[in-house]
């Protein structure tokens, strides 16, 4: 009798909007270490920060439809027919009610990339010449749902180096950029750093702010996941206005991080995240929210 298979393998598929390439050798030929074993380029997420956005990101969202349809937004909120509550709204609406706020932000993403290729480039050169390997540690969940490696990232320094390195010195890319003001702490549990490294990256993000560095010079940034919660706002007011159905995923779905302080252990709900200091904020998602509240010790702001 022949064996029937009625199921499908668990597992996710590696950088879903990338291009996951095999890694090329000076030839342009595939590596291959062996006959089981190809090498590959996977997309990685620096744990822990979050630069902002170059473009767009939300799927079926255009560039001019995100600038045609956000100067609409605060006037929707004003208009009852809205998601968003009205102690939200008041904290977004200077940051949209300003000029070109969308354009401000994409150019920010641009300039935060230029400042991680120049980090890297500088702390990767070896001082004899040659590059180093890069360090990867993955966090507690390894992918995330686009596929990218979730990780701290940091240059592979040899033995002897290390010995005569402290632990600033030996700081990871996502802490430099964090340090250097070009993006917001982004910590979700459970993904979150170490006893010794949470309050090195806490003080870090605090001074970036507090001396104005990076993207903290404009008071009035657009936080990248204040973007990408906004970009989902457009959507479902194009669908209102154009009387689409909207389904209550998309409705309830434009925010769904529950935000804790990390100073006082309070929780807030995933609207009232900005009542946080940006360096305090921890994010939990819904399904995590009754573990962490164990975990960590907190309690429902009221």
Known sequence: MALSVFWQPAGIN????????????????????????????VSIRMLSMDTPEKSVTARGLSKEEMLTFTPRLPNWFDSGLSPVPAPLAEHLR?????????????????????????????RLTKPGGGERALFLRAADERFDR???LLAYVAPSYEWEERRNMTRYDRRTFNFQMVELGWAPTLI???????????????????????????????????????????????????????????????????ITRYCADIETGLLYKPTEYFRVAPWNRI???RDDVREAV?????????
């Open 14 to 41: 590696l950088d879903q909007l990338g291009t996951s390439q095999p890694s090329r050798d000076e030839d342009g030929n595939a590596k291959i270490s062996d006959g089981d074993t190809p090498k590959v380029e």
């Open 94 to 122: 200077p940051l949209l009610e300003r000029s070109t706020p969308i354009e401000n932000h994409w150019e920010q993403g641009a300039q935060a990339t230029e400042v991680l290729r120049k980090a890297m480039s500088e």
């Open 146 to 148: 686009y596929g990218r």
């Open 188 to 254: 979700i549990y459970p993904s979150i750093p170490g006893e010794l490294d949470l309050p090195m990256l806490q003080s870090a993000a605090r001074t970036a702010i507090e001396e104005q560095r990076g993207l903290w010079a404009d008071e009035l940034s657009i936080l990248a996941y204040e973007y990408r919660m906004l970009e989902k706002l457009v959507l479902i007011l194009q669908k209102q206005e154009s009387s689409e159905e909207i389904k209550i995923p998309q409705w309830n779905g434009w």
């Open 283 to 285: 994010f939990i998602w």
């Open 294 to 302: 164990s975990t960590l010790n907190i309690r429902p702001a009221q």
